[in-house]
């Protein structure tokens, strides 16, 4: 195996041969670290670093506690990887969303075989616990970009903290998938984003970009921040977990796709109109008899499609609506209402309002049962 250092040699030794002077890194898992020290020795020879699912550290220790550690990853070896290597041992671990799929595993199976024995996998784990580049970081001085999946198994605190301490780096977060290897999940988004933050630009958005018709839910925690002070930390995160499982439930009971949590509320959207009222009023009525007080905003209008996210004026129209909103209250736009005529649902006019950052005023209204 090679050491961190000759792995390092690597990165310029194929430079080198390839005749390339300057090129732009991307460095996965530990790759990311190795990319690090490279970019800042080197800094002539790296115009940009990209880092995804990377780490300054491997192994916890004081101040660095995020998980997995190194040493679980060595337990894991020594106690069940290096016994069924070879036959796609680490294929929910590391590649989940597809650990089911027969013909993926089957390739998986032989990517271990042909990428370590078991005996120079036990003597890599050993040699990537003692990776450590914090305090190379603050020395990177090439534009730097660090994608993280929220769900990565490689916690999104080691992304976090990579971009905390490299001046000027940016960080994304993809919630869209938990693999920690990259070829999987968005790719055309992954692609953009590393595309737009190189050249500036991003030819790819208008040809993998969709447009549809939806009705945009908002809805979160009324006074979130006092709640959350007045808890200690662990019985407030039993509140956001029970509030993000109703949330699923009753999204999923109305039809809707649950875009994503955001902490102390949700986004949704629906093909229909009626049913995204009915399940803002669904919730609001579930939540509050945990008495948690909840609002929601509803706006229907066209939308970009991003992979696992979305945008769009839409999304902006309904997050104001929202804004708008008391506890226990479901305000919708105009629009809403004109489409669900007839089907039996009241509203209450709440006047006429400019929406922050969206043209023209906006006639909002509450709805009921």
């Known amino acids: 195996m090679p050491s961190f250092e000759q792995r390092i040699d690597d990165v310029r030794s194929v430079m080198d041969a390839i005749g390339s002077r ?8 530990e790759g990311g670290s190795i990319s690090v020290m490279f970019a800042a020795t080197f800094p002539e020879r790296v115009s940009h670093l990209v880092l995804f699912g990377a780490f300054a550290r491997f192994s916890s220790a004081p101040g660095y506690p995020f998980r997995p550690s190194g040493e679980d990853i060595v337990n894991r070896v020594d106690n069940l990887w290096a016994a069924g290597w070879g036959t796609g041992v680490t294929l929910r671990h590391f590649l989940p969303s597809h650990a089911d799929e027969p013909d993926v595993a089957r390739r998986y199976a032989k990517l271990e075989r042909l990428a370590f024995s078991p005996g120079a996998l036990k003597m890599a784990a050993r040699y990537n616990i003692e990776i450590d580049v914090r305090a190379i970081l603050p020395s990177v001085r090439v534009p730097t970009l660090v994608i993280h999946r929220q ?5 999104i605190e080691n992304g976090q903290f990579l971009a905390s301490q490299i001046p000027g780096a940016q960080f994304l977060c993809y919630a869209d998938c938990s693999d920690h290897l990259i070829f999987p999940g968005d790719r055309p988004r992954l692609c953009g984003d590393i595309e737009e933050f190189v050249t500036g630009h991003r030819e790819l958005t208008a040809l993998d970009s969709d447009r549809v018709l939806v009705t945009v839910l908002f809805a979160d925690i009324v006074d979130s921040t006092r709640r959350a002070a007045e808890m200690d930390d662990q019985a407030w995160r039993r509140v956001l977990d029970e509030h ?18 955001t902490g102390d509320g949700f ?8 049913r995204a009222i009915r399940c803002a009023l669904a919730f609001e009525a579930a939540t509050r008899r945990l008495g948690l007080p ?3 905003g509803l706006h229907t209008g066209e939308i970009e499609l991003r992979g696992g996210d979305i945008g769009g004026i839409a999304v902006h129209a309904a997050a104001r609506v929202m804004a708008h909103a008391g506890p226990d209250e479901v305000l919708v736009s105009r629009v809403v209402t004109d489409l669900v005529a007839g089907a039996g649902l009241k509203f209450s006019d709440r006047g006429t309002h400019e929406l922050k950052g969206l043209p023209g005023r906006w006639d909002i209204f509450a709805a009921s049962a």
């Open 22 to 29: 300057r090129a732009v890194l991307l460095g996965c898992s």
């Open 294 to 296: 909840v609002r929601a």
């Open 267 to 274: 986004l949704a959207t629906f093909d229909g109109p009626g």
């Open 244 to 261: 993000d499982q109703t949330a699923r439930h009753i999204v999923m009971q109305h039809r809707g796709k649950l875009v994503k949590t």
């Open 151 to 155: 769900n990565d198994v490689m916690s």
